[in-house]
């Protein structure tokens, strides 16, 4: 069974989110979602904010993440992130109210609101949500 998994390791300034072997994984990245499977060949990629799923023991688990890099070599996947957590970490309370701040601010369009800040911030809440398991 080793031969079909590869290693996945996801990393934040804070600690080691994830360190295990797996079937399968789907990254949110810049250009597009990419599944990697054992014995992927080599690519390091942008990653954007957005839900990671990862298969194992034919079991998917969630993370949101919120951007980074990631490499695969020799049959190992390192996820740099800036922020990610499971989806069984997450306070979907506190996501729903920062999703709902966020669509405070675009809505009032004030001359003192950062808009890109906000529109990051409602992406990271949709993401939270949707890797707790919850429809946005």
């Known amino acids: 069974m080793a031969d079909k998994q590869v290693k996945v390791e996801i ?16 990254v949110p990245g810049e250009e597009g979602y990419l599944g990697i499977l054992a014995n992927h060949a080599p690519i390091v990629a942008a990653l954007k904010i957005g839900v ?36 069984d970490e997450i ?5 729903r109210a920062a999703k709902e701040r966020a669509e405070q601010r675009l809505a009032s369009r004030t001359h003192d609101i950062d808009l890109v800040r906000a529109e990051l911030a409602l992406r990271r809440a949709i993401a939270r949500i949707k890797a707790a398991g919850y429809e946005v």
């Open 91 to 95: 306070d979907v309370a506190r996501a």
């Open 11 to 26: 990393v934040t300034p804070e600690r080691i989110v994830f360190s295990e072997e797996v079937e399968f994984v789907v």
């Open 52 to 87: 990671m799923k990862v298969i194992q023991n034919q079991k998917e688990i969630k993370l949101a993440i919120s951007g980074g890099f990631m490499e695969v070599s020799k049959n190992k996947l390192v996820v740099l992130a800036d922020t990610a957590e499971r989806g």
